[in-house]
């Protein structure tokens, strides 16, 4: 009875151990979860991510380029016309005036070519999860699905932003040095808005962009598919819609529906809605509804907000292939 009684009570003490242990390892162990699941290391962790691919630098460093290279072929265009004679094609002994607007708008302009390869960066940064395999891996140290696709959004998020502000500030420079030595007219009072316009709303909406096509990535899980996507909607769908407006009249409000498209609300909205010589001449022709700046710009978040809520049902619910 003595060894019966000595085993029992050394069992009453491992059991009695084990209790205080366990409530100090299950918080330890939650403690620990708790950390790992947090959404700034999560932030972290994607942004370490997309700076490790050679994809994001070479996308955004294009994207960056082709902003510096169209405003440099527009500002060369706008120089030359105001250095020539149109009706005998002889360079004049001064040069015409350049209208402050025109020049504003040349760098509202460069970002139209650079969206389509920010769009590209933003399927990319998602699908190459789901393409090599790695998403297993990223929701196996993340299981919160929604957790990882909201980092992931915002680290491209800050990445596409950060090409924006890089390429208005190259783009400024270039279209600086093709000014010198002419003469600028300044804004009339309804013009100044197009200065906030592009100095902050021209890398915002190459961020939205990217956000529009991380949800686009998102829904698809596939780069073909995201890209395709990306190309349709700001490239192939207001075209196809302009140009069928223009060839039937009876469907010309289709013309209005091209404004609804995302690359159209964005061109619109960066141009503030400033009337010129050349726009007016076009815009008096029409005889459907053209969408105010602020309008086109709302409808630019629509198309964001939809495809990115898209994108996040699709990565929060569905099956990993």
Known sequence: MSANAANANAMNGQTAQATKRH???RRASRWSRRIRLSFPGSLKAELLKLKSLRSTWILLGLAAALMVGMAALSAWTTTFMAAIDITTGKTLAQPKPLAAVDLWAVLASSGSTAALVIGIFGVMAITSEYTTSAIQSSLTANPRRAMFYISKSVAVALY????????????????WLFVQGHDVTALSDDQWRIIPITVIGFPVIIMLIALMAVGLGGLTRSTVGGVSAVVVLLMVLSSILAIVSMAVSQVSWLGTLAYLTPDMAMNNFLGASISSDAVSSVTTQQHYWIPEWWQSGLMLLAWVAAAWIGGLAVTAKADIK
């Open 23 to 25: 409530p100090a390892s």
């Open 160 to 175: 596409a932003l950060a090409s924006g502000v890089v390429g208005i500030l190259l783009a400024s420079g270039v279209l």
